[in-house]
């Protein structure tokens, strides 16, 4: 075993051992881990020496990725130990210098009741097409909470599920469903070429690790309004936000469509938050629009500026409002008002609120 193979193997067991969620690691620096959100330096290690940083980087690639890392100064790629825990990684160029940012990947994939999410979303689970979103900033759990909700069709119905991710994730074990897992870079060129390759593939449910581009975007709703379960993620704020970023990442002559095709394919966006709990950990706290004829109503006529409204007097038909959320974890002694300030989009209405 190689120095740079044993000083990686170490850093890992690190991780696992102290509940981190995140390793960092850069030429010049000390090694750093996230613990309940707050970065903590490994303080027995040296800053690591650019040789130090590239070698373990390419540990973990494959060589046609080292190919890209070379190229572009940047890659994302997944890594796996011997026993099997998983990893997301990203390696990148800062100021000429090599860096590593590695986020574990637990094996159980737990249930949503278990994640502290609101039942509801089991419902979405169970549809037999349409397209729902998970929204929010990275690093918000948006693929755990996915991974929870196409593990509950595993379980529950016998299904044919493709999920196309950049980098593979959680692994499914089959239960009920058939499960195939498609690698940006190893399995297919890109997201949108294999939502394409999806209509081919006799597919009843698609993940679509994330929409970056209009084309992967327009697949994706073309494939919920075909009969397909489509999920997503996108990095944004709030679903009135989530709508608007789809149509605007379309030409003008092209919006009118995309708005009607949303209108009519959209089950609902789900938007999160990790939240620092008081008595240590994260939870979360979120908001849910579910599209119902008002709500289409205002896609189609371009009033999505008052979808906010519709979700915070919605809450008859299952909406959730996420400053409702936040002042519910403040009273259960949950959160801590300031905590729940930082994660408010309209902090003036959650003041009124708390």
């Known amino acids: ?79 796996a130990t011997k026993d099997g825990t998983r990893f997301r990684g990203n390696g990148f160029i800062q100021q000429g210098k090599i860096g590593i940012v590695m986020r574990m990947i637990p094996n159980v994939i737990r249930h949503i009741s278990e994640l502290n999410l609101p039942p509801i979303l089991e419902s979405f689970s ?47 074990k089959p239960k009920r469903s058939m499960i195939d897992q498609r690698e940006i870079g190893i399995d297919t060129p890109s997201f949108y070429d294999a939502l394409v390759g999806a209509f081919r ?39 009135s936000q989530t709508i608007d970023r789809i149509i605007d990442s379309f030409p003008s002559d092209q919006q009118a469509q995309i708005r009607l095709q949303l209108s009519s394919s959209l089950l609902g966006i789900f938007s999160q938050r990790l939240v620092p709990r008081i008595s240590g950990g994260l939870i979360p706290a979120y908001e849910l629009l579910i599209n119902n004829n008002a709500v289409a109503n205002l896609i189609r006529e371009k009033r999505t500026h008052e979808i906010d409204t519709v979700i915070e007097t919605g809450s008859e038909s299952g909406m959730i409002d996420m400053n409702r959320t936040l002042a519910d974890l403040v009273r259960r002694g949950e959160i801590s008002p300031e905590n729940a300030f930082l994660n408010s989009t309209r902090p003036k209405v959650l003041e009124r609120m708390i």
């Open 126 to 172: 169970r549809k037999k097409q349409g397209f729902f979103l998970v929204v929010g900033p990275v690093g918000q759990g948006k693929s755990t909470t996915l991974a929870s909700m196409i593990d509950l069709i595993n379980e529950e119905r016998p299904e044919h599920i493709i999920t196309i991710e950049d980098p593979v994730e959680y692994i499914y």
């Open 1 to 79: 075993m190689s120095e740079h193979k044993k000083t990686l193997d170490e850093l890992i067991e690190l991780v696992i051992s102290q509940g981190a969620s995140d390793l960092h690691l850069a030429e010049g620096r000390i090694p750093t881990v996230r613990i309940n959100g707050d970065l903590n330096p490994i303080k027995k290690y040296n800053p690591f020496t650019k040789e130090q940083v590239k070698e373990i980087l390419y540990e973990m690639l494959l060589e046609s990725f080292r190919t890209t890392f070379e190229k572009r100064q940047q890659v994302d790629f997944s890594y």
């Open 201 to 239: 593939q006799d597919v009843d449910v698609i993940l679509v690790g994330e929409m970056r581009d209009k084309d992967t975007m327009s697949a994706a709703v073309t494939a919920a309004e075909t009969g397909h379960l489509v999920f997503s993620t996108l990095h944004t704020n709030t679903a």
